[in-house]
């Protein structure tokens, strides 16, 4: 009894280790059931044509509104890892003023390029103050121009007198 509860524990410790090991993968972005864009011909598609075949893209051109992008990406990931992009497929098509396809261009991963962001903070002009300085910085202090005023709010104490 003893050898076969232990051969139980060890299978299924051993089980959950390689189930561990299992990728889980997940494609986003745009996954045509109808080809590929790749099949958009220049000179013979239409704005229309696209949207038939392919939908809407998955983003527009900011400054190019002739300019349609499809964008896919195939992802996976290893347990606890963090996930790795396998594939990823930028698919640009433009289009000329009267609306055909003038050029498709088809970009992959191994085109992209690795962009370093820059954490530094950009400094700000004075002094810092502490947050006790921020706390107690105007205790005692008058308001600037009121003194010997004494018919505006906070001004020189006793009741208002009309002239």
């Known amino acids: 009894m003893n050898s ?16 561990a090991c299992t990728p889980i993968s997940r494609s ?8 590929s864009p790749g099949d ?14 392919f939908g809407s893209p998955s983003t527009i051109g900011v400054f190019e509104e002739n300019t349609w992008y499809y964008i896919s990406e195939y992802r996976e990931q290893l347990g606890y890892l ?6 990823r497929t930028i698919t640009t098509v433009q289009f000329a003023n009267s609306g055909m396809v003038e050029d498709v261009i088809i970009y ?3 085109d992209g390029k690795i962009v370093s962001l820059v954490g530094r903070a950009t400094p700000t002009r004075g002094r810092e103050l502490t947050i006790l300085e921020q706390l107690l910085g105007n205790v005692g202090r008058l308001p600037q121009g009121t ?7 906070g001004g020189a104490g006793g009741p208002r007198r009309d002239q």
Do not use: C, M, R, W
Not at 82 to 87: G, I, M, V
């Open 108 to 110: 992959e991963l191994e």
């Open 28 to 35: 986003h972005g745009f996954i045509s059931a109808k080809g």
């Open 82 to 87: 963090q996930p790795k992009t396998e594939s």
């Open 40 to 53: 958009i011909e220049s000179g013979i598609d239409s704005k229309s044509s696209v949207l038939a075949k």
């Open 147 to 153: 003194l010997g005023q004494e018919n505006l709010p």
């Open 4 to 19: 076969y509860f232990k051969a139980i524990v060890i299978g299924s410790a051993l089980l959950t280790v390689l189930g």
